[in-house]
């Protein structure tokens, strides 16, 4: 599979359970490593939104953040999901992310309607199914940066030595193999973003769910971030979800949908656009 | 369809493990948030530990006052306790300044003191040091006749008792024994009974001082309890974010609130110990800057099984109260939708 030497070598050194031992872009076989996962079918649906409707304090002041939005997401997918704020976006992510109880409508992920799951199944989904990658990082202050990605597998049950191994890999895999021991508020904006995606491939989730993941990153880190994630979804056949803004993410997605006053209102594949147009003003 | 198993639960170790580390790395604001339980329990201790100094140097003082009393007393029947036997009748157990009075007599110089306790009323310790003699001769040559203890001598003809007495003065050290009136015999009360009002004010004083006392301990509970309360809240609330993040990735309700559980109660032992020796210390120090060593330190002695249940009062006053102020806001924040205490702006 790998025929290029340095690859074939720094592989032998995972599979002995040693760390790699100096940063590099990320390369294929890390994540054949990382994610030992046959590549699945498409086609299927992995999340859908019925009619969902979110609405904040209920009442004469109420908000209405989702008006009956309704969507399918494709196992495999890379779904790219447009808005200006005060869309709906940020609510329906945690809709169809399983953060929040829609106030109307369904939402299945995987078939299973999540207003059934109680808090520890819902828990587990959390774990395992999705991983998360906010806007503002919520990474956990206090913890190093491996901390931070070995937290979710703790949660998972791993033991800590082998979380503690994996946790080190994916953060070279995110290029952050220096800054392990460091506090998130000992780094850049972008590297923090990076321990954020590290953290939210922790438990080799199905569905990563991604707002805004390359806004605060430089060109070259983000351009970095959005061949990690394809190549996530390639390799291993995650569907991931993202809100953004970044033409190349826009470009390199296969489906992009519109939300605005909350609601989707187009949905297009990227080549039947026109990236040149108006509708990027937002 | 596919099934959605069950989260893992995570044994203790887990969350005592994390506990443990967040402690460790966030220790400055630990220390802040424990201080807050150290200032609570120690305030609480200190007003505790102040009642029971202040009731120990005022009976101390009382003690004094009374040892003083029957001193003078006996001396102005008898003149100077130089070269003087004195013959001791216990006719009951001693009281406190009886016992008292016994030890001054003993350690006065020049006095030999003899006994008939045949009712084995005194104390092994309070007997040393006295001569046994039989109820014929123990008023031979001696100054004086003492009766002491809580209870009546039976069928003693004083006249007889006090032949060969170089003094024949009988005394009584509690207002309850009955004083001979055989005719050449000197008898005194080295006592002092209360007149009834004096003994009404009294109380009145005693019930009044008991009332103050339980106002300003609950007053102090109060404060105690706004402190610690304050300060667990302030460190929960405060991470209402990293609750909300740690559900995103998994974690349940019950971890989050065992978390916490853990965490409260290390910081309410650790805070409810330091308190207790803090409040205790500056309670010890402020009255022996008031009242002196020797008073305050025989009064501690004294109350050192008070003083003992106070201390586990008090450190259990801690724990209580910083779990429960944690675990409360915390149950609120395990409880949430994640995405709502990832909202939470506080």
């Known amino acids: ?282 | 369809m596919s099934t959605i198993p069950h989260q893992v639960k995570l044994p203790s170790r887990v969350a005592l493990d994390v506990v443990l580390q967040g402690i460790r790395i966030r220790f400055g604001r630990s220390v802040v948030t424990v201080s807050g339980v150290v200032l609570g329990v120690a305030f609480l201790m200190s007003i505790l530990a102040g009642i029971v100094l202040k009731a120990g140097v005022a009976a101390e003082d009382t003690l004094r006052v009374e040892v003083e009393r029957m001193t003078k007393f006996l001396e102005a029947e008898t003149g100077t306790f130089d070269r003087k036997n004195f013959a001791i009748l216990p006719v009951g157990t001693l009281t406190n300044a009886e016992a008292r009075f016994l030890d001054t007599l003993k350690n006065t110089r020049g006095v030999t003191l003899r006994v008939f306790d045949p009712n084995a009323f005194l104390t092994a310790e309070q007997g040393e040091l006295l001569e046994e003699a039989q109820m014929e001769e123990l008023a031979d040559g001696v100054s004086a006749l003492l009766m002491m203890g809580e209870g009546r001598p039976q069928g003693l003809d004083f006249a007889e008792v006090m032949a060969n007495a170089r003094q024949k003065v009988v005394a009584s050290t509690s207002p309850e024994i009955p004083l001979p009136e055989a005719t050449g015999i000197l008898a005194s009360s080295l006592s002092r009974k209360l007149a009834e009002a004096e003994q009404q004010a009294l109380m009145e004083q005693q019930r009044r001082d008991r009332f103050r006392d339980g106002w300003i301990i609950i007053i102090s509970l109060l404060v105690t309890i706004i402190g610690i309360s304050n300060a667990m809240l302030m460190s929960v609330t405060e991470r209402f974010r990293e609750i909300g993040t740690m559900k995103c990735l998994g974690a349940l309700s019950a971890f989050v609130r065992r978390m916490f559980l853990f965490e409260s109660a290390i910081m309410g032992i650790v805070g409810g110990a330091m308190g207790c020796v803090v409040g205790l210390l500056f309670s010890i120090i402020a009255y022996t800057l008031t009242y002196g060593p020797t008073l305050v330190f025989s009064g501690l002695f004294h109350s050192l099984g008070t003083l003992l249940l106070y201390s586990v009062v008090t450190i259990l006053a801690g724990l209580i109260l910083s779990v429960l102020a944690a675990l409360y806001p915390a149950s609120v924040a395990a409880k949430m939708v994640p995405a709502v205490a990832l909202r939470s702006n506080i």
């Not at chain 1, 760390?19 to 498409?42: H, M, N, Y």
């Not at chain 1, 859908?48 to 209920?58: G, L, Q, R």
């Not at chain 1, 959005?226 to 291993?236: A, F, N, R, W």
């Open chain 1, 1 to 282: 599979m790998n025929s290029d030497p340095a690859t074939a070598a720094i592989n032998q050194e995972e599979i002995a359970g040693n760390t790699v031992s100096s940063d590099r872009p990320l390369q294929a076989g890390d994540i054949d490593t990382l994610f030992a996962q046959p590549a699945k079918e498409p086609a299927e649906t992995v999340i859908n939104a019925v009619d969902v409707w979110k609405i904040y304090n209920p009442g004469p002041n109420e908000t209405q953040a989702l008006k009956g939005a309704t969507l399918d997401v494709f196992k495999n997918e890379y779904l790219s999901i447009m808005g200006p704020s005060g869309s709906g976006k940020s609510t329906l992510f945690n809709m169809i992310g399983a953060l929040g109880k829609p106030s109307r409508g369904k939402v299945y992920i995987d078939q299973v309607d999540i207003a059934q799951l109680d808090h520890n199944e819902l828990a587990w989904l959390r774990c395992r199914k999705v991983g998360y990658i906010f806007q503002s990082y919520h990474l956990i202050q206090v913890m190093t940066c491996l901390e931070n990605v070995t937290l979710p597998m703790a949660f998972a049950g791993m033991e800590a030595e082998q979380a503690r191994d994996r946790g080190v890999k994916i953060l070279k895999l995110v290029g952050l193999g220096h800054r392990v021991l460091h506090k998130p508020a000992e780094l850049s904006g972008g590297q923090q973003q990076r321990v954020a995606i590290a953290r939210a491939l922790a438990n080799q989730p199905e569905i990563v769910l991604a707002d805004e993941p390359t806004a605060n990153l430089d060109q070259h880190t983000g351009q970095e971030m959005i061949d990690l994630l394809c190549s996530l979804k390639e390799e291993l056949g995650v569907t991931i979800i993202s809100a953004t803004h970044d033409l190349k993410m826009l470009q390199r997605s296969d489906r992009i949908l519109w939300i605005e006053d909350g609601q989707i209102v187009k949905a297009a594949r990227p080549d039947d656009i026109d990236f040149s147009t108006s509708e990027f003003d937002h």
